[in-house]
């Protein structure tokens, strides 16, 4: 059999950054969009029709909060799904998978009539299930993918660009939302997502499946896409949970601190509150560059677990700023957002990590699943503000919660290794631990 030449291999790898980071991009613009579209879209059905203005508040919370599980709830589904097929069947059949069942959704999403509110209610969570089902597949395909095609050093390169490339997805949600004004219309934002995935699906001719899968799909011994065998052995459980811990506060920065922007803010003193939607788009724009600050500072160390802990302690005083400055001003509000996203760039070098830290029968599980535990790990930390913020105020809550979020990512941080250079040719079998590569020493 003759190898594929070094100029071939680099075309294929090219474009599967190509295609999988334009993949996040309109992954993580349908994402954040729902939360800029919400009170319109269920204005737009008729939630409010009838109700007074105070039971209209609590209507578009109330379904916005079941919407939000649904989609929530259809990526932790999809996360294991489409990570067993990427296994399974091959890394391609996900990352196109994914897009095309997220695309149609958000094309159906814009569908969803206004004559039966409650059964437009009942439709468009079916939309938020199916679209959050197909959201969970694409980014852990295209980093898996990307991971395998790439040489052992540069491969952090491709994993940069795809997640902060990706990640700016939120920023164009946050214009096409209303960050700063002029607000498309909500049908009109989800044909534009669905468009934008569709269109990726061109770029499909001449993407090439991974080399290291096609070897193990050949081996009947190897057992590929067991999800539970994440479980099987204690070494294997420290290094899965570990990498999800490592990455709970960049959902909290996103999910709490920004998105609950107005609440916060007016708490901290800010008169009018801040824009979630603009305060969402300077998170993403900061976190775009944080991702290439990460993934560029990871290639110069060497050292995936390094630069995750540097750009840990950057987010520790990105949260002391936010809660010590965060009242002086709305301009000041939004430059610590910009600086919050930033410091939540490592989020580039977590999903490379946790594909980086799995044998290959089991690396698109893994790197599939744990972005979308991470994720889903946003519901029981809003839960715990939620529960908090009665008693002792919606500061303190924040507060309290962010410090117990950090605290877990350290813990998380101490129990995996480091993975940059090593070799990703190597199978998770049945015994107590694989034999883990060696990373490459300075």
């Known amino acids: 059999m003759v190898s594929p030449s070094p100029s071939t291999t680099s075309r294929a790898a090219t474009l599967a950054i190509i295609v999988a980071a334009l993949g996040y991009f309109v992954d993580i613009y349908d994402l954040i969009l729902f939360g800029m579209v919400r009170a319109a879209s269920l204005k737009g059905i008729g939630v409010c029709d009838g109700l007074g203005e ?114 700016s997805g939120g920023i164009a949600a946050g214009i096409v939302g209303g960050a700063f004004g002029h607000v498309v219309d909500w049908t009109t934002a989800y044909y534009i997502g669905g468009a934008l995935g569709l269109a990726l699906l061109v770029l499909r001719i001449g993407v090439v499946e991974s080399g290291m899968f096609a070897a193990t799909l050949k081996n009947d011994s190897v057992s590929r896409g067991n999800f539970f065998k994440l479980f099987t052995n204690k070494a294997r459980v420290v290094r899965y949970l570990g990498i999800i811990f490592v990455g709970i506060p960049v959902w909290y920065v996103i999910g709490i601190l920004f998105t609950f922007s107005p609440e916060i803010g007016a708490a901290l003193g800010l008169s009018p509150p801040p824009n979630a939607a603009r305060s969402l788009l300077f998170v993403y724009a900061g976190c775009s560059l944080g991702g290439v600050a990460s993934g560029m500072l990871s290639q110069k160390l060497k050292s995936r677990k390094r630069t995750i802990g540097i750009f840990l302690g950057i987010l520790t005083l990105a949260l002391v700023a936010y809660f010590t400055l965060g009242g002086v001003s709305q301009n000041g509000f939004y430059a610590l957002a910009l600086f919050g996203g930033f410091a939540t760039g490592y989020w580039a ?45 919606v500061i303190e809550a924040a507060l309290v919660v962010g410090v117990g979020c950090m605290i877990i990512a350290v813990i998380g941080l101490f129990l995996i290794h480091e993975t940059f250079g090593i070799d990703l040719d190597f199978h998770e079998d049945d015994d107590d631990e694989p034999p883990i590569p060696k990373a490459t020493t300075v």
């Open 349 to 393: 070098v977590f999903v490379s990590t946790a594909a980086e830290l799995f044998g290959t029968n089991l690396r698109a599980t893994a790197a599939t699943t744990v972005p979308n535990f991470v994720r889903g790990s946003l519901v029981p930390v809003l839960l715990a503000f939620t529960a908090l913020k009665d008693s002792i105020g």
């Open 54 to 167: 105070a039971a209209c508040k609590v209507a578009l919370t109330d379904e916005g909060a079941y919407l939000l599980n649904m989609q929530m709830g259809g990526m932790l589904l999809g996360g294991i799904l489409w990570g067993v097929i990427g296994d399974k069947k091959g890394r391609l059949s996900v990352l196109f998978g994914s897009i095309t069942l997220y695309s149609l959704a958000n094309i159906a999403n814009g569908m969803v009539g206004d004559v039966d509110a409650m059964s437009n209610v009942n439709t468009y969570a079916v939309c938020r299930l199916i679209a959050g089902i197909g959201l969970a597949g694409e980014l852990g395909a295209g980093i898996t993918l990307v991971s395998e095609l790439m040489g052992r050093h540069e491969r952090g390169v491709g994993t940069t660009i795809v997640a902060a490339l990706g990640v």
